[in-house]
């Protein structure tokens, strides 16, 4: 398991500088947005797409660091029934084809979601069974557009050498929870898997060590985001999880739940044991740091990320220590 960056967390600062920052703190790997809900500020995607010039140049400054690209991320809603819809399938499709290019197998995104009927003008959530209209809301947005959509992104993955879809378990999607993940990776076939995000996990009431055993024994977590939340009790109490007031507007003590640094919403030891279950369940990839911390600076709060997730991942960090060393696992006596 290693330390990778969702590359927005550092979107204030220029591309070069976001590879110093991430190589000085200690991360491995980068996970790059292309469009859709990011501004996508460390990377053109036309320009990289037009010239094998700005591809070549483009890794060669990430791997001159010393770290790696693993993964490109195309979040957005291409399934809103807006312009917002086409716009983010137009990036799905030109990200499929940058990963091609640069040899990237694994994507990140997330489901989408249609509005409630044909008609609609804008994408709806329905997340309550009654009245009865919500569910023929629901069977129009999977039978007639959803499962259509992923089974044709499907196809045009596979055409592009990519290997799997990492869907983010995200509020506001048809893939909210472990049961939509598998209705969908059921209807469409293996290339589609989670990408487990405990910070929204945390607000909407689920439990991400659940989530992980429960999406683990399917062969389905093909990408972690490592993001924390805070809960202000007092408010749930009062207001519920599912909280609507404007994120960056609303102090952080008056909303239900505010995103955090890892560690400033659930201890390093609930970090150790989830990481434990990911690694008992088979997962052996990318943990990254995805933050939108609204209280401390973001270098701050990444590098703070950073250091619990050396003390949690079972690995050796900063010692000389010999590799066949490393790799040795057993107790060393027999037990009856």
Known sequence: MHISLMTDSLGQISFEKMLDTAAMLGIETLEIPTGGYSSAPHMDIDRLLESAEERKAYLHAIESRGLKLETLNCNGNQLSPDETGRRDAEIVEKTFRLAAEFGVKKIAMMSGLPGGGPDAKYPNWVICCWPPVMLKMMQYQWEDVGIPYWEKTVKLAEQYGIEKIALEIHPTGIVYNVPTLLRLR??????????????????????????????????????????????????????????????????????????????????????????????????????????????????????????????AIPRVYNRDLPEELLRINGLGFAID
């Open 186 to 311: 059921n209807a469409v076939g293996p290339m589609i898997g989670a990408n487990i995000d405990p910070g929204h996990q945390f607000f909407m009431g689920m439990d991400p060590l659940e989530t992980a055993m429960a999406l683990g024994k399917e062969g389905a977590i093909y990408h972690v985001h490592a993001k924390d939340t805070h809960l202000e009790k007092h408010v749930c109490d009062l207001n519920g999880q599912h909280e609507a007031a404007p994120y960056l507007s609303t102090p952080a003590h008056e909303r239900s739940w505010t995103y955090c640094a890892l560690g400033y919403g659930h201890d390093v030891f609930w970090w150790k044991r989830f990481i434990m279950v990911l690694t008992q369940m088979g997962y052996d990839g990318a943990m990254s740091l995805e933050i939108e911390d609204v209280v401390m600076p973001s270098v701050v709060a990444l590098s703070k990320s950073v250091d619990l997730l050396k003390e």
